[in-house]
């Protein structure tokens, strides 16, 4: 069993920055990757980076790279998503979610995700 909460969403303008944070009520010995994704209006849930739990292994979709940076504090159980040089585009409700498997597998545990919205 596994519990996300995610934090840190809110309002900025074009070019500004986010950081989100994923606290995850599982054991720090539990070596789950974290995944984040994004649903914006009308579109269908997409998948923005993911972290494996020693944090060396990482993946960026197209969209996020360059600007997006995922890491996490084991110690804190938690994984964050720098979001920089941010575009109205970016807007959608943020999710983590925890997979056992890799990060391409099925994600198991949701949080009830948290909101973006960039101005222009």
């Known amino acids: 069993q596994v519990q996300l909460v995610e934090s840190g969403g809110g309002l900025v303008q074009a070019g500004g920055s986010l950081r989100l944070s994923c606290a995850a009520s599982?054991?720090?010995?539990?070596?789950?990757?974290i995944g984040w994704f994004r649903q914006a209006p009308g579109k269908e849930r997409e998948f923005v980076a993911a972290?494996?739990?020693?944090?060396?292994?990482?993946y960026y979709a197209d969209s996020a790279k360059g600007r997006f940076t995922i890491s996490r504090d084991n110690a804190k159980n938690t994984v964050y998503l720098q979001m920089n040089s941010l575009k109205t585009e970016d807007t959608a409700i943020y999710y983590c979610?925890?997979?056992?498997?890799?990060?391409?597998?099925?994600?198991?545990?949701w949080g009830q995700g948290t909101q973006v919205t960039v101005s222009s």
């Open positions: 979610a925890a997979t056992s498997s890799s990060y391409t597998g099925a994600y198991d545990y």
């Open positions: 599982a054991r720090t010995s539990s070596r789950y990757v």
């Open positions: 972290i494996s739990w020693s944090g060396v292994t990482k």
